[in-house]
């Protein structure tokens, strides 16, 4: 029997904090204020996470701290549920919750929510889950900080020349925004510990790798040159149409049969909808769950979903789906909540339509690229607007203020070299740090 049938207050319950999610609670308190619904948010962390700025946190500009929002600040008026959803049973109504101590708990609920995000996308490639990481998390990205200064301490007093020159080597597969902005934000920090310990920043060596003819396609052809030349000026080896087909603890092999000695491999490549999806046993495309355009999903008028797990259909650009990007997530979750709230018979349903606005990309220092309604910047008005847009865009207002600070910090002293060593080796993998394994 559902809350509503028993008389009790209609309870709908939001799965995931990440963009879609937590825009949508937001956006649900306002709209169901003075009602008696109650909100329920299920999500293993505490915080919704700002992901546009995870190559910064493994740059060492940000701390890791400053690009997770609490949410019981953010939503005071949401009861959390940490814990991670493992199966939704349709007809009973209920999702199977388990926390981080494995205790297991049902929620049910009148209308749920489903905004399980992405998780990164990987191939069979012998190797790639054990020896590569991706950039999804707090946890990766304070990796690859760590990382990178840890093998470069560890070259210098290194008496075998070859093994220093693979600790000296750092290769990322996928050169689109996310791929990009790591490889520029690793080489900045590279570049200080080499230049604070008087090594040539040269013997610090960067690949980027990925298996197109062009790097960020997502800013189109002339932006894309521009990155490409910039990339290419500060010493990265950008090479396209080239792949992995293995890696090993100190090494990986192209697709052209080069092995090439490392210690620290990005796999940035893409992402699939979060595990949940496929539980489901309902229709998918591309691995996003099919939603119609006002969000719901067919055939279960109590059930909507949206962010990088559901196939939104793209109003704008009939027979194709709106990409996984924050920009949608957002706008997703605030039409999520409008027509949660329609469904309860308050306010109107609407179908979800966005025209894109285009990408803002951070590309270290003193440089970015930006494509805001269209207009082409690069170079240092673009990372003015980058950096402007980011905290405008922040959630939250302490996290802007911490953020602001900062990029003015960075202005005026160098990064900060500190590996703390939070994130141990099993904890930074995949499986642990986005509960992945490999998909085909
Ligand atoms: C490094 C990087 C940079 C990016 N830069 C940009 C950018 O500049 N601009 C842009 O528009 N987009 C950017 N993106 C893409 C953007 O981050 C995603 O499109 C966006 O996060 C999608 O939001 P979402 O809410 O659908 O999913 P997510 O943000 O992935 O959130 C999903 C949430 O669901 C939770 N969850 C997952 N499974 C379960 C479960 N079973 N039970 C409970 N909770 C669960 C997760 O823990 C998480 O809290 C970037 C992504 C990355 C990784």
């Known amino acids: ?3 509503e049938a028993a008389g009790q207050s209609t309870r709908i319950v939001v799965v995931g904090s990440g963009f879609a999610g937590f825009e949508c609670a937001r956006a649900l308190t306002r709209r169901l204020a003075g009602t008696d619904a109650r909100i329920t948010m299920i999500s293993p962390h505490d ?3 700002y992901t546009p700025l995870l190559p910064e946190v493994a740059g060492g500009i940000l701390d890791a701290r400053f690009v997770t929002v609490p949410l019981s600040e953010a939503l005071p008026n949401v009861e959390l549920v940490k814990g991670r959803v493992d199966s939704v049973d349709l007809d009973s109504r209920t999702l199977h919750v388990t926390d981080c101590e494995q205790g297991v708990e ?4 009148d209308r749920v929510v489903l905004t399980p995000g992405s998780v990164t996308r990987l191939f069979d490639i012998p190797g790639l889950a054990e020896h590569a990481r991706g950039l999804k998390t707090p946890a990766e990205a304070l990796f690859f900080r760590d990382q990178l200064l840890t093998q470069l301490e560890l070259a210098e007093r290194d008496t075998d020349p070859l093994v220093a020159r693979a600790r000296r080597t750092v290769v990322v597969v996928g050169a689109s925004y996310a791929g990009t902005e790591l490889t520029a934000q690793l080489r900045a920090l590279a570049d200080e510990a080499a230049s604070r310990r008087g090594l040539d920043p040269k013997e610090v060596r960067f690949l980027l790798l990925d298996a197109a003819d062009t790097v960020m396609p997502e800013v189109g052809e002339k932006l894309g040159r521009k990155v ?3 990339l290419r000026s500060r010493g990265i080896d950008v090479r396209l149409e080239t792949t992995l087909t293995e890696l090993g603890p100190d090494h990986v092999t192209l697709d052209d049969g080069t092995v090439v000695p490392t210690r620290t491999v990005a796999w940035v490549t893409g992402v699939t909808a979060g595990p949940l999806i496929d539980t489901l046993g309902l229709p998918t495309e591309k691995g996003r769950l099919t939603v119609r355009p006002d969000l719901s999903v067919e055939g279960h008028p109590d059930v909507f979903a949206g962010g990088d ?8 650009n009939s027979g194709s789906i709106t990409p996984p990007t924050a920009q949608h997530a957002v706008r997703q979750g605030r039409a999520l909540a409008r027509n949660v709230a329609a ?4 306010g109107d349903a609407k179908p979800y339509t966005h025209r894109d606005m285009g990408l803002v990309v951070d590309l270290g220092p003193g440089f970015a690229v930006a494509n805001p309604l269209n207009i082409q910047l690069s170079g240092f008005l673009a990372k003015v607007v980058t950096r402007a847009y980011h905290l405008y865009a922040m959630p939250n207002a302490a996290n802007r203020w911490a953020v602001a600070l900062a990029y003015l910090t960075d202005l005026l002293f160098p990064r900060p070299l500190v590996s703390i060593g939070l994130v141990t080796d099993e904890e930074s993998r995949f499986a642990a740090s986005e509960g992945v394994g490999a998909q085909t």
């Not at 797990?309 to 704008?316: F, G, H």
């Open 228 to 230: 490409l030349e910039v």
């Open 47 to 49: 915080y919704m996470l």
């Open 309 to 316: 797990a559901a196939a939104v259909p793209d109003l704008r």
């Open 1 to 3: 029997m559902t809350h």
């Open 106 to 109: 049902n929620v049910s609920w």
């Open 343 to 346: 469904s309860l018979g308050i």
